[in-house]
């Protein structure tokens, strides 16, 4: 757990001096990754180095587990916290696992021990160690030297991690690929993660919590669907951009806005059927579902003719979209197939739901009366 | 032909001459290793002290050799070391001074300043820092500063014969008093072959000091 406390930092004089972080406190619970958040020059990478005293606060306290920083030795401090910087810093007279284990060697372990380590952590993330280990880091593609970059602030299993900028330095298809797997091993590892970004839809993907800085303020703390949604001040709306709801829909999993239970028809169903129920719930579309519960063909309310079969006036289901990927996705499914409605599968192809505009338009409208 | 002939009568002499050259040499440098290189670090923590320190090496390195030694006699007469050996390993240690100031301090100040908040941010302690990150990568410039300080110095040797140090000099001054360009050619070939020889040497072992990651052509 972090906590920090009127914390300011005043560069030059005192009173003619340039406040580049004022009175900012806020606390992030232990296993949440906090996201600081603004454009440069706004304090965040400041307020963060605060934190294991790389710049030494001129107010305020920082907390971390309840212990005062100031009480506890720079250099054991900085050994027990994880540090990540945006150029990686990989120490290129090093090889990969001399490089994994810095801190560990600087704590003494036993080298069998932090070897290990460093294997099992190279593990983690795909790179096999027998290749990787006595490697150096010039030898290694831009994603990896990254990837070793963050194992390197793991390898001392310190609880907190401090991130500046972890992974601007790469391209984008790589960056979203890094960022998953340091989520997933976030779900295991639950670190207290201070994370300092730029980039809106980084600190989307990867905040419990975002902290957004303005001219060494804090503007807003809040979780990234309550920020969406609820934007504190003008100039956070202004930040957040106008399609901030589209950023919304990446937090939302198509699970929970997809409207269920489905109304569905049998293919030996009469088209009657199908257009009562459509006009009922007012949808364009309805599921034909075969007997295996998985989704057979969509008939639309505009399309229907006359009399016959379900099974007659069915067009082909073009894509389904799965419960667990999130509303980003679904709607550039359903956008890119021209479907008002799509029906949602589970594993199995099963037919779970369906989702239509409007219901995803009603849990954006949930999303901000929850926030 | 006569000179070939003379450098071949007079091996064992020549050998001896290249002894004391060397003598001279690596005794200075090594000495001005352990104080230039300790300097090199120290004047990184401050640009005044830097530009100080570094603008009194060169002021040294301009003075003609000659000079130097004309200057120690009286200086050292005192003590007795006016002339020979220990005046002639003075002036070495003074002119080594520079490259090898320079270019430590070049070398640490080039350090990837992202390589220095890594190691700070790790907690590694300035000495830790300087020991595991900052001078294995300075290492190469380092060795760099030292080797032109031999190849130079073994040119400001041959002209400490005149004080009396010994050396290949001696064949180069007894050369021009005796107007006999037999010596005078083979004193002079002789510390170039030994410059060379001894820079060659020590690339070698700046190679064996580079570390592994650094080096060029490592396979990707």
Redesign the interface.
């Known amino acids: 757990m972090i906590r920090l406390e009127n914390l300011t930092k005043t560069f030059g004089a005192a009173g003619s001096g340039i406040t580049a972080v004022d009175r900012v406190s806020f606390e992030v619970p232990e296993g949440e990754i906090c996201v600081l958040l603004g454009p440069s020059g706004c304090g965040k990478t400041t307020t963060m180095k605060m934190i294991n005293r790389l710049i030494e606060p001129t107010s305020g306290k920082v907390f971390i587990d309840g212990k005062d920083v100031t009480h506890i030795d720079p250099i054991q401090l900085r050994r027990s916290i994880g540090y990540v910087i945006q150029q990686i810093g990989l120490f290129p007279n090093k090889t990969v696992a001399d490089n994994i284990c810095v801190v560990p060697d600087l704590l003494g372990w036993d080298r069998k021990k932090s070897r290990t380590r460093a294997a099992e952590l190279l593990e983690m993330v795909g790179l096999q160690p027998d290749t990787f280990m006595k490697r150096y880091p010039k030898e290694l593609s831009g994603g990896q030297q990254q990837r070793v970059g963050v194992l390197r602030a793991l390898a001392a299993d310190a609880p907190v991690m401090l991130m500046d900028e972890p992974f601007g330095a790469i391209d984008p298809i790589n960056r979203e690929v890094i960022q998953d797997e340091f989520l997933r091993m976030q779900k295991t590892l639950r670190k207290t993660v201070i994370f300092v970004s730029h980039d809106l839809d980084e600190a989307v993907k990867m905040a419990d919590k975002i902290a957004i800085f303005r001219a060494g303020r804090l503007e807003q703390f809040a979780s990234p669907e309550h920020l969406l949604s609820n934007p504190a001040t003008p100039f956070i709306e202004t930040f957040l951009g106008t399609d901030r709801s589209l950023k919304l829909l990446r937090l939302v999993q198509v699970a929970d806005a997809m409207l269920t239970p489905a109304d569905t028809v049998r293919p030996e169903d009469p088209v009657a059927k199908a257009r009562d129920l459509m006009e009922k719930s007012g949808h364009p579309a309805i599921i034909m579902s075969n007997g295996d519960g998985r989704p057979g063909g969509i008939i639309l309310a505009s399309r229907i003719t006359g009399q016959g079969s379900c099974r007659e006036a069915a067009e082909p289901v073009r894509a389904t979209v799965p419960v667990k990927v999130d509303l980003r996705s679904a709607v550039a499914l359903m956008f890119t197939h021209d479907m008002p409605v799509i029906p949602c599968v589970d594993e199995d192809g099963k037919l779970q739901g369906v989702l239509t505009y409007r219901s995803i338009v009603r849990s954006l409208a949930n999303s901000k009366i929850a926030a | 032909m006569e000179t070939l002939q003379f450098a071949y009568d007079n091996l064992s002499l020549i050998g001896s001459r290249a002894l004391e050259h060397i003598a001279i040499v690596s005794v200075a440098v090594s000495i001005a290793v352990l104080t230039g290189v300790p300097i090199g670090l120290a004047i990184t923590q401050s640009k005044r002290a830097a530009d100080f320190v570094l603008y009194l090496a060169s002021m040294l390195i301009t003075i003609p050799s000659i000079a130097l030694f004309g200057l120690m006699i009286p200086l050292l007469s005192p003590i007795g070391y006016g002339i020979g050996y220990v005046p002639a390993v003075i002036a070495v240690i003074l002119y080594s001074q520079l490259p090898i100031i320079r270019n430590t301090y070049t070398a640490i100040a080039d350090v990837?300043p992202?390589?220095r908040?890594?190691?700070?941010?790790?907690?590694?302690?300035p000495l830790?820092r300087l020991r595991?990150?900052e001078i294995?990568?300075a290492m190469p410039v380092i060795m760099a500063g030292i080797r032109t300080a031999v190849v130079m110095n073994i040119g400001v040797t041959a002209i400490a014969a005149y004080i009396g140090a010994g050396g290949l000099g001696t064949f180069i001054s007894r050369g021009i008093s005796q107007t006999d360009p037999r010596q005078l050619i083979t004193g002079a070939v002789a510390v170039s072959i030994l410059a060379i020889a001894v820079d060659l040497f020590l690339a070698f072992v700046q190679k064996l000091l580079t570390?592994?990651?650094?080096a060029t052509g490592?396979?990707?």
């Open positions: 990837d992202a390589l908040e890594a190691g700070i941010g790790m907690g590694m302690s830790q595991q990150v294995p990568l570390p592994k990651g650094l490592v396979a990707a």
